[in-house]
């Protein structure tokens, strides 16, 4: 904080925001800025003035006020807006980059409804009536730029805003805003179809016979590990070992070793890993353009979007339509879907994804059904 040069005069109602026996402190710093805390002018137990501190922040220090007056919480203090700015402060910092945006957006729509809400009179009906009348809004994407949505995501939108809003709540209690329990708790979410479109092996390869060599090695890369379009775009020969590539994912922070040897032998993993090694005459990133350059998210989705719509053109010059409509569904995201969907065991296409539980996996990943033997 610095030490402190000049002190200013106390007053015991500093300014008319303050309510009474809240004091206000200044000091100027040495480096020029000014610090405030505030205080409460009260009596220690053996009945002697005694000042106890309140903090830094206006808002909490009204709420510890209230604590000590035994007093209802002045209304500015205690508003959902007030919660939700500690959470962007507090809390969103130390998320993924892409969540963070995705939360500002969502935090925006909550602060629409609930913004001037007393934190304490958010009740689950509140909360279930958000999610029945819930309007979409401009949403962000990871990039930055805006999108609406349209009604048809609005539900799944709005599961997104209740898994925050209740993670906010659960934090209002730590803090020390609400004594009561979480509103969202349950309350039922709208009901959500995940995309089930499953790469057949006859797409992928329609697609790869096309693409370019920084494709086929993303694509490659994708399959194998698992992992998701930006992790892959991050894997450097820095995460190599001789038998391992290792994986911190960015999304959830895990760590992961995949395998490059199956019993000594390379496996298919390392067999592209050794391709790729070979044919980079500089970088440390794996995937990189032809040109040198570090292959990014617009890039690949360029180069993707580009042997996509040349696979379409062979397929329907060849009159195999249904293979054309097939391949205009595939994204690449879906790639990571087609590795935990061609592992044959769960838990082992769970671990591969980095999932803590198998039910994410089999819910959202598994688009092939389960392989039974007939009656007979």
Known sequence: MGTAVDLMPKTRNSGKQLPPRMIERRRTLK??????????????????????????????????????????????????????????????????????????????????????APIGAILPRHVAAYRDNRKTKKRLRADGTVRDPGGKHAPVAANRELALL??????????????????????????????????????????????????QDAMDLAYLTGQRPADVLRFTVHDLSDTELQVRQGKTGKLLRILLTNDGSRNLLGQVVDRIKARKVRGFHLLMTA????????????????????????????????????????????????????????TTASKLLGHSKEDITKMVYRRRGEVTKPSR
């Open 31 to 116: 480096s020029g800025k000014v610090w405030i805390g505030y205080y409460y002018d009260g009596r220690d137990s053996a009945g002697k003035r005694k000042e106890f501190p309140l903090g830094t922040d206006l808002l909490a220090a009204k709420r510890k006020w209230a604590e000590y007056e035994s007093k209802p919480v002045p209304a500015e203090a205690g508003t959902m807006s007030v919660l939700f700015d500690k959470y962007i402060r507090d809390e969103i910092p130390k998320k993924a980059a892409r969540t963070q945006l995705n939360n500002l957006a969502e935090i925006e729509n909550l602060r629409e409804h609930f913004g001037t």
């Open 291 to 346: 040109g040198g350059l570090v292959l990014n998210k617009g890039t690949l989705r360029t180069r993707f979007v580009d042997a996509r719509r040349a696979a379409i053109a062979a397929a329907q010059a060849d009159g195999k339509l249904g293979l054309a409509a097939r391949i205009a569904q595939f994204q690449f995201r879906d790639t990571r879907a087609k590795a935990a969907s061609d592992v044959e065991d769960l």
């Open 166 to 215: 209740s993670h906010i709540m659960s934090m209002a209690r730590e803090w020390g805003y609400t004594d009561k329990a979480n509103p969202v708790t349950g309350v039922s979410k709208n009901k959500e179809k995940p995309r089930d479109f499953y790469v057949d092996d006859e797409v992928w390869t329609a697609l790869y016979a096309v693409a370019v060599p920084e494709l």
